[in-house]
């Protein structure tokens, strides 16, 4: 079933020719829409469960952000004062000498 269309003749146009002589279009049924809607319903229920995977995963991870950051805001309790707390106290050098002073481990021994 040839059709008469403005298609030059060379080789590209007989391509194009005999593949629309190959496959038709076809003609829309009446179980046609019924069709469509239940692909596109078959996709959509595929996707959503990888939706769910991805914002379990999220919450997960902003739940662990979230106790990290507390952790690290949340004051650590030293068991000796630094160097700088001493001195802030007021006392005198000699005490100073006696203490056990703990270097912040952010600090750099010079």
Not at 45 to 56: D, I, M, T
Request: glycine share 6%.
């Amino acid at each position: 079933m040839s059709q008469d269309r403005d298609v030059p003749v060379d080789g590209l146009g007989r391509l194009f020719a005999a593949y629309r002589d190959a496959c038709p279009d076809p003609e829309p049924g009446e179980t046609f829409m019924p069709r469509l809607w239940e692909k596109i319903e078959a996709r959509r229920v595929r996707s959503s469960g990888l939706k769910r995977l991805a914002r379990g995963i999220i919450t997960v991870a902003a739940a662990a952000s979230l106790a990290m950051g507390i952790f690290l805001i949340v004051p650590h309790h030293r068991t000796s004062p630094t160097y700088l707390e001493l001195l802030a106290a007021g006392q005198s050098n000699d005490s100073m000498a006696d203490s056990d002073i703990v270097q912040p481990a952010d600090e750099n021994p010079r």
